[in-house]
């Protein structure tokens, strides 16, 4: 009987502790932050002297060296752009026209670079500007991707041409159509409705090189580039796009591309890109 009194006399001892222990309160689980940032933004930079450079940049440079090229580091959280203008053709240089941020995913930044490349440059400008081009910038956050978008130098208006002699009366005989003399769209019009596939026609006549086209989309990025051979002067080709989510403003191109890469006799026509599930009205502003 005694055994069975103190049995129950550490049971109780036991059990009085853990019943007056208290609940544990369940762990509080902290949200992620949110943070928004535009599609798209420019990208305040500044042009550094290449001897003032952090010397990783410009060792990244001369290990490089007589080769052009453009590439990118970052130095205790700040990024550089190395661009070198060492073997552009004779009388071309390069500048860092300008920087965007693109967020194509969450938390995902990507950095486009534009390049353009100037024509008309002397030797002596050419000898002062070999130097590789260092620009810095930084960010909030990591750069996830970066790319360089390389454009060319508007082609400089023909010079006036006096006007052509009027053409002889009809006399009966069968004639042969003659096409205009440069490059002209024909379709399609300022102003219309598109949706890929997209068909474009036009004229080249009496040009020299090669004819392409292209399709740019509302920030200037070239969505579709072809190059085409016009028959008889003129050409006629069919250029597939991917969509863009919403309807955007955009701009249909011709030109023509010598020996040297360089772009001229640009014509170019505004139009309305449409998502790919939108039906067409053509000539719509």
């Not at 762990?27 to 535009?38: M, N, R, Y």
């Amino acid at each position: 009987m005694r055994r069975g009194q103190i049995f129950l006399c550490l049971m109780l001892v036991l059990l009085v502790p853990l019943g007056c222990t208290a609940a544990k309160k369940p762990d509080v689980q902290t949200q992620p932050k949110t943070i928004i940032v535009p599609e798209v933004s420019k990208i305040s930079f500044q042009m550094v002297e290449f001897e003032k450079a952090p010397e990783i940049v410009q060792a990244l440079a001369k290990n490089l060296n007589e080769k052009h090229f453009a590439t990118w580091t970052a130095v205790n959280g700040t990024n550089y752009i190395v661009v070198s203008q060492d073997q552009l053709p004779a009388g071309n240089s390069v500048q860092i026209s300008e920087i965007e941020r693109r967020v194509p995913a969450n938390d995902f930044d990507w950095v486009n670079v534009r390049l353009k490349y100037l024509s008309g440059v002397s030797s002596e400008q050419k000898n002062s500007t070999a130097k590789p081009l260092v620009a810095s910038f930084t960010l909030d956050r990591t750069v996830k991707a970066l790319g360089f978008e390389i454009a060319k130098e508007a082609a400089k208006a023909p010079a006036p041409v006096a006007p052509a002699p009027a053409a002889p009366k009809n006399t009966g005989a069968a004639s042969t159509p003659v096409t205009e003399k440069g490059l002209k769209l024909d379709a399609p019009k300022a102003g219309d409705q598109i949706k890929s596939p997209l068909q474009i026609s036009g004229s080249a006549g009496g040009v020299d090189g090669t004819v392409r086209v292209r399709l740019k989309g509302a920030n200037g990025m070239t969505l579709v580039e072809k190059p085409l051979q016009p028959v008889g002067g003129n050409f006629n080709t069919t250029i597939n796009f991917t969509s863009p989510v919403r309807e955007e403003k955009g701009t249909v191109e011709a030109f023509v591309t010598g020996e040297d890469g360089l772009e001229k006799d640009n014509v170019s026509v505004p139009v309305t890109i449409l998502p790919a599930n939108t039906p067409e009205t053509p000539g719509a502003p």
